[in-house]
């Protein structure tokens, strides 16, 4: 069957096809790097990576764009109150882009644990003040968006798509936040594009209306369409953010004049001992705790067997069932290449499964289809080796088990060494290094002695010599 994605702007499932053929263009909203990252920052990247993935296998050049949010996500995703890493700054007393920095790498080290391949590019919001100051003075111009005592506000009223994408009636909203809305809005519906920094405010930006910052909305129409174009394939994100945050982001896009994504994809929430994860009762758990009880591969794979669009539970027992089915298909791959000759491999008996796999990845990202196909093959499998399946049968079948499992869903099917481990450890590190030789060359030595600080929280030492820099660890 042909590609097909379930889209929330359409509300239906319809067979997907790029704006410009054999390339894709995603933008996935990515993390407020203001904490460290927990369980529900997981599925999307996995979810995604794995989007990728297939894609690549079906032949497409991707492109994925994640964003960092570091500056105007604001606390109860309001327009008025802290910046969540202002905040988060003050509590322990570092400068912003000290915990922006911080975190932004505990996210990128807990991705690449699960082996969550690094996005083509990750833009901050911080670094791309002049394209929302631009987006904004553009919805100016158009009559969409006016200013108030130095915000700048996007006016609901004057856009009669608003609430296409959530499909709310926008004369019956109120902007989805938890405080008193600001007598200056002059709709309670009308959501910042730039705000005026008080006083006291830490991170803040001159522009033609004073000092201020951008909005949250603001930094995803203006990043996603800078990289990937005013129209794009696919825009991604939690259930959670189809309104207000996709929501204001449509409307600011289109009322600027851009097409925008033409598909929406979302993913459902995580429920931890099936309640819902609430960050404010410390019903939570973080990526860096899981690990310590739970191969980072084996929380992929549970991950991925449910639907993107349904609700996954995280509890002893599933986690379990996850690592026991893993188990199996790896004690089945390396029972095929044990007993495999040099013969050249045969892929004739597997072409079945070979087309069962892609019609459920094909089917809006089915992936728990997708590994009951393998389940399948693996039964197949050790059928046939129960029979004494010969060295071209035994390739063969391991051959579709990696290109499918750990190919496209990214989960390898042999368990890593201690020098595996070393390999991915120099090569992490190689890259580390050369990203602060490169801050250091743009005399940008703030950010090389974060990295440096970074490092040595996690127990590594940095030694800079007349031959360059080296590393051990403590």
């Given at each position: 069957?042909?590609?097909?994605?379930?889209?929330?702007?359409?509300?239906?499932?319809?067979?997907?096809?790029?704006?410009?053929?054999?390339?894709?263009?995603?933008?996935?909203?990515?993390?407020?790097?203001?904490?460290?990252?927990?369980?529900?920052?997981?599925?999307?990247?996995?979810?995604?990576?794995?989007?990728?993935?297939?894609?690549?296998?079906?032949?497409?050049?991707v492109r994925?764009?994640?964003?960092?949010?570091?500056?105007?996500?604001?606390?109860?995703?309001?327009?008025?109150?802290?910046?969540?890493?202002?905040?988060?700054?003050?509590?322990?007393r570092?400068?912003?882009?000290?915990?922006?920095?911080?975190?932004?790498?505990?996210?990128?080290?807990?991705?690449?644990?699960?082996?969550?391949?690094?996005?083509?590019?990750?833009?901050?919001?911080s670094?791309?003040?002049?394209?929302?100051?631009?987006?904004?003075?553009?919805?100016?111009?158009?009559?969409?968006?006016?200013?108030?005592?130095?915000s700048?506000?996007?006016?609901?009223?004057?856009?009669?798509?608003?609430?296409?994408l959530?499909?709310?009636?926008?004369?019956?909203?109120?902007?989805?936040?938890?405080?008193?809305?600001?007598?200056?809005?002059?709709?309670?519906?009308?959501?910042?594009?730039?705000?005026?920094a008080?006083?006291?405010?830490?991170?803040?930006?001159?522009?033609?209306?004073g000092?201020?910052?951008?909005?949250?909305?603001?930094?995803?129409?203006?990043?996603?369409?800078k990289?990937?174009g005013?129209?794009?394939d696919?825009?991604?994100?939690?259930?959670?953010?189809?309104?207000?945050h996709?929501?204001?982001?449509?409307a600011?896009a289109?009322?600027?004049?851009?097409?925008?994504?033409?598909?929406?994809?979302?993913?459902?929430?995580?429920?931890?001992?099936?309640?819902?994860?609430a960050?404010?009762?410390?019903?939570?758990?973080?990526?860096?705790?899981?690990?310590?009880?739970?191969?980072?591969?084996?929380?992929?794979?549970?991950?991925?067997?449910?639907?993107?669009?349904?609700?996954?539970?995280?509890?002893?027992?599933?986690?379990?069932?996850?690592?026991?089915?893993?188990?199996?298909?790896?004690?089945?791959?390396?029972?095929?290449?044990?007993?495999?000759?040099?013969?050249?491999?045969?892929d004739?008996p597997?072409?079945?499964?070979?087309?069962?796999?892609?019609?459920?990845?094909?089917?809006?990202?089915?992936?728990?289809?997708?590994?009951?196909?393998?389940?399948?093959?693996?039964?197949?499998?050790?059928?046939?080796?129960?029979?004494?399946?010969?060295?071209?049968?035994?390739?063969?079948?391991?051959?579709?088990?990696?290109?499918?499992?750990?190919g496209?869903l990214?989960?390898?099917?042999?368990?890593?060494?201690?020098?595996?481990?070393?390999?991915?450890?120099?090569?992490a590190?190689?890259?580390?290094?050369?990203?602060?030789?490169?801050?250091?060359?743009?005399?940008?030595?703030?950010?090389?002695?974060?990295?440096?600080?970074?490092?040595?929280?996690?127990?590594?030492?940095?030694?800079?010599?007349?031959?360059?820099?080296?590393?051990?660890?403590?």
């Amino acid at each position: 069957m042909a590609l097909e994605f379930y889209n929330t702007l359409t509300r239906e499932k319809q067979p997907f096809e790029p704006v410009v053929p054999g390339h894709v263009g995603i933008y996935m909203c990515g993390p407020t790097v203001y904490s460290d990252p927990h369980l529900g920052h997981a599925r999307g990247p996995v979810v995604f990576d794995v989007l990728r993935n297939w894609l690549e296998h079906e032949g497409f050049v991707v492109r994925l764009v994640t964003n960092v949010t570091d500056v105007g996500h604001l606390v109860d995703d309001a327009d008025d109150g802290e910046d969540k890493l202002a905040r988060r700054a003050q509590i322990e007393r570092l400068e912003p882009m000290e915990v922006a920095e911080k975190y932004f790498w505990a996210y990128f080290e807990a991705m690449a644990a699960m082996r969550v391949r690094r996005p083509s590019i990750v833009p901050r919001a911080s670094g791309h003040i002049i394209e929302q100051q631009e987006l904004t003075r553009e919805l100016v111009a158009r009559g969409f968006a006016y200013e108030k005592d130095g915000s700048v506000y996007f006016d609901v009223s004057a856009w009669d798509e608003y609430g296409s994408l959530s499909g709310r009636d926008p004369a019956h909203q109120i902007e989805g936040t938890r405080t008193l809305v600001r007598s200056e809005k002059d709709d309670p519906r009308d959501f910042a594009l730039w705000k005026r920094a008080e006083g006291g405010h830490i991170m803040r930006w001159p522009s033609q209306w004073g000092d201020g910052f951008p909005g949250w909305h603001i930094e995803c129409s203006a990043m996603s369409t800078k990289y990937l174009g005013d129209e794009f394939d696919i825009h991604g994100g939690g259930l959670d953010l189809v309104f207000p945050h996709h929501e204001a982001e449509l409307a600011q896009a289109r009322a600027a004049g851009k097409p925008f994504a033409r598909v929406w994809l979302h993913w459902n929430m995580i429920t931890l001992q099936g309640e819902k994860m609430a960050k404010s009762k410390g019903h939570f758990v973080t990526l860096a705790g899981l690990f310590e009880a739970y191969d980072p591969l084996v929380i992929r794979f549970h991950l991925l067997r449910s639907h993107y669009r349904s609700t996954s539970d995280f509890s002893e027992e599933g986690i379990r069932s996850s690592a026991q089915g893993l188990k199996r298909l790896r004690e089945t791959y390396k029972a095929l290449l044990a007993g495999a000759s040099e013969a050249e491999r045969d892929d004739r008996p597997f072409g079945e499964f070979r087309s069962r796999f892609a019609a459920a990845m094909n089917d809006d990202l089915n992936t728990p289809q997708a590994i009951a196909v393998l389940f399948d093959l693996a039964k197949a499998a050790n059928k046939e080796l129960e029979d004494g399946a010969a060295g071209a049968y035994r390739l063969g079948a391991a051959a579709v088990l990696e290109e499918l499992l750990a190919g496209v869903l990214g989960v390898p099917l042999e368990e890593q060494d201690a020098s595996a481990a070393g390999r991915v450890l120099d090569g992490a590190m190689e890259l580390l290094l050369e990203e602060r030789q490169r801050s250091r060359d743009r005399r940008d030595f703030a950010r090389a002695d974060t990295l440096r600080d970074r490092l040595a929280e996690l127990g590594v030492n940095i030694e800079d010599t007349a031959e360059g820099s080296r590393w051990r660890l403590e």
